[in-house]
């Protein structure tokens, strides 16, 4: 985003010299005769201010502020200067005064276009996106066709949530403007959030079609085309962002995601680490750092990298709790809050760690979603379980607990290394009549049990880590098995095809419902002999019961499946059965398949 700076014509000769020098962009020529006239004249409000205007064009904001605040003090109530100080301001990163630059131009002289567009700029930079978008508004409604300010409040409005309408503004400014880059990289990356991939990557395609050498156009070109799953096409546009661009920090960690998806592991640190020296303070490039050395079995740094979660714009935020954060304090005697984060897996999957919390002597808050707190109550004696509210519930705001932590956090303290795993079997507790109801009722004579998932709802990944229940259809000529469906959401239409097509049966239980209660779905989930899933829900909950469960990660797995190994250190009766290439899952069932046939075969003993 940009904002004008305006010069005016002295009365003096060499002054008006310098004035018409600097509009014909003789920038160099122009600071020469205006260092002159202020050698004549120290005071000359004129000199100092455009002298001013030089420096900021010339990369030096400290001078630009010197120079323009001189000039303030002597031309007050000048509109133009105020403006100028607030974008060397702005240059220096001192928003605060640059908003109070801007407000004072904009009281002077409402009608001018460019104070308004530049207080636009500061409070989008601050976040402040609903406030940005008045702004500009009032700057278009001195100037509606200004192809920058329209820009800019698309940019805005998208940052608001409002895509569609962010959408129009990019449209009306390519409708004055067809040319204007910077319009066309952000139309496409609104159309990216609105899911309309091949219209996005036509506005991206036409950025780099009139800029080739420019990084967002290229940046934003990759981020579609990763969308669009052409991964080598999102890899080849982020390399060329790179090059143009080396020190962009935003274009490196996106290179780093999109050939660590590639399976480039080595590269992907590289690129993030590289990305966090060249800019300490960016968040996605740390946490992006963070899951790839999770991912290779980096814990301790890794952990201390995914702190930086917090910060990145379209994850979670912390909520507020007013106990102070736990660093490792030695717990004996203390109360800590384990506050709920992310979603219900990994609600699963972080409870793993509350025992450690018992046995170091604290009493446990926990904080977990409500479907969750009849099965935590019951699996953690002693534990306070609180249903997750927004704002939090009043039991977690007590002023008798000593500590806080959120629970994606506690793997910092608790699971620094392979040694601090407990190699628990289990952790959770079901109901064992509701269990053992169950198992009765699915079993057919001496057949295994074998529970099925094979859809992730996850919104970022869920479609890497899905599949088709069709593609199951080799479980089916197993001998000496029952299946039974353990997918979340409406199945009926999927389970009656494959019913057709392999003439078995899927059994699925109307009785139980996991997304009205997690406990009754633990007992069915316990019940089986054994899950095969896909990595979703199903296999935490059947992980942290201890009951034996074959996963199918995609090729870059989230990082609690790590790399390189058939087991988890989470989950003690987990197998893993890996991709070797990206959407591929045919091998994986093959081999699932024959494993599940040598089960079948081999003697084992009687349920309890």
């Known amino acids: 985003m940009k904002g004008g700076s305006n010069g005016r014509r002295g009365a003096g000769g060499a002054l008006a010299a310098a004035v018409a020098l600097h509009r014909a962009g003789r920038v160099a020529e122009a600071e020469r005769l205006y260092r002159g006239v202020l050698a004549d004249d120290p005071g000359n409000a004129e000199a100092l201010h455009l002298l001013g205007v030089v420096a900021l064009q010339r990369g030096r904001p400290e001078e630009a502020v010197e120079r323009i605040g001189q000039a303030a003090k002597r031309r007050k109530k000048d509109p133009q200067v105020q403006n100028n100080l607030g974008e060397a301001y702005r240059a220096l990163g001192r928003m605060e005064e640059a908003a109070d630059c801007y407000k004072r131009a904009i009281a002077l002289?409402?009608?001018?276009p460019a104070p308004h567009n530049n207080l636009g700029n500061v409070l989008a930079a601050a976040g402040k996106a609903a406030e940005a978008a008045a702004s500009y508004r009032r700057a278009l409604k001195i100037t509606p066709d200004d192809p920058e300010v329209l820009t800019n409040l698309g940019d805005a409005l998208r940052e608001a949530g409002k895509a569609e309408e962010a959408v129009k503004q990019f449209e009306h400014a390519l409708a004055v403007a067809?040319?204007?880059?910077?319009?066309?990289?952000?139309?496409?990356?609104?159309?990216?959030?609105?899911?309309?991939?091949?219209?996005?990557?036509?506005?991206?395609?036409?950025?780099?079609?009139?800029?080739?050498?420019?990084?967002?156009?290229?940046?934003?070109?990759?981020?579609?085309?990763?969308?669009?799953?052409?991964?080598?096409?999102a890899v080849a546009s982020y390399r060329r962002a790179v090059a143009v661009a080396p020190d962009d920090a935003a274009a490196l960690t996106n290179l780093g995601n999109a050939v660590q998806e590639?399976?480039?592991?080595?590269?992907?640190?590289?690129?993030?680490?590289?990305?966090?020296?060249?800019?300490?303070d960016n968040a996605?490039?740390?946490?992006?750092?963070?899951?790839?050395?999770?991912?290779?079995?980096?814990?301790?740094?890794?952990?201390r990298e995914n702190e930086w979660r917090w910060r990145v714009e379209d994850m979670e935020k912390q909520r507020a709790f007013p106990q102070?954060?736990?660093?490792?304090?030695?717990l004996k005697g203390k109360t800590i809050l384990v506050a709920a984060e992310q979603g219900v897996g990994d609600e699963i999957l972080f409870a793993g760690m509350v025992p450690d919390l018992m046995e170091a002597g604290a009493r446990v808050v926990l904080e977990c979603g409500a479907r969750l707190v009849p099965l935590f109550q019951r699996s953690f004696k002693g534990v306070a379980c609180v249903a997750k509210k927004d704002p939090p519930?009043?039991?977690?705001?007590?002023?008798?607990?000593d500590y806080q932590v959120a629970a994606g956090s506690l793997g910092r303290w608790l699971r620094p290394d392979f040694a601090s795993f407990p190699g628990r079997p289990s952790y959770l507790v079901v109901d064992a009549k509701r269990r053992d109801a169950l198992r009765a009722k699915y079993r057919r004579g001496g057949e295994l049990v074998v529970g099925i998932a094979w859809v992730s709802k996850n919104p970022r990944f869920g479609h890497q880590k899905s599949m088709k229940l069709a593609e199951l259809a080799p479980l089916a000529t197993v001998p000496g098995v029952t299946l039974v469906d353990l997918q979340y959401g409406d199945t009926a239409a999927e389970r009656q095809a494959f019913e057709m097509a392999t003439g078995t049966t899927l059994l699925h239980d109307d009785a139980v419902d996991q997304m009205a209660s997690l406990d009754d779905f633990a007992a069915?989930?316990?019940?089986?002999?054994?899950?095969?899933?896909?990595?979703?829900?199903?296999?935490?909950?059947?992980?942290?019961?201890?009951?034996?469960?074959w996963v199918m990660p995609h090729l870059v797995?989230?990082?609690?499946?790590?790399?390189?190994?058939?087991?988890?250190?989470?989950?003690?009766?987990?197998r893993l059965f890996r991709q070797t290439q990206a959407g591929e899952w045919a091998d994986v069932i093959d081999r699932v398949a024959q494993e599940l046939g040598d089960l079948v075969a081999r003697p084992r003993p009687s349920a309890p």
């Open 109 to 112: 002289d409402a009608r001018d």
């Open 178 to 233: 067809p040319g204007f880059v910077e319009a066309h990289v952000s139309l496409g990356r609104a159309l990216k959030d609105l899911n309309r991939l091949a219209a996005a990557e036509a506005a991206c395609r036409r950025a780099v079609t009139l800029a080739p050498n420019h990084a967002g156009a290229l940046g934003a070109l990759g981020t579609v085309l990763a969308a669009r799953g052409d991964l080598a096409g």
């Open 262 to 280: 590639m399976g480039e592991f080595a590269e992907a640190i590289a690129c993030h680490r590289r990305a966090v020296a060249l800019d300490p």
């Open 284 to 303: 996605a490039a740390h946490h992006n750092l963070g899951n790839a050395l999770l991912l290779e079995s980096e814990l301790a740094e890794g952990w």
């Open 324 to 330: 102070a954060p736990w660093q490792g304090e030695p």
């Open 393 to 401: 519930a009043a039991a977690t705001q007590s002023p008798d607990i």
């Open 524 to 549: 069915q989930v316990a019940a089986m002999d054994l899950v095969v899933s896909v990595s979703n829900t199903t296999v935490h909950m059947a992980g942290a019961l201890g009951v034996p469960t």
């Open 557 to 574: 797995p989230l990082r609690v499946w790590l790399l390189g190994r058939a087991d988890s250190p989470w989950y003690p009766s987990v």
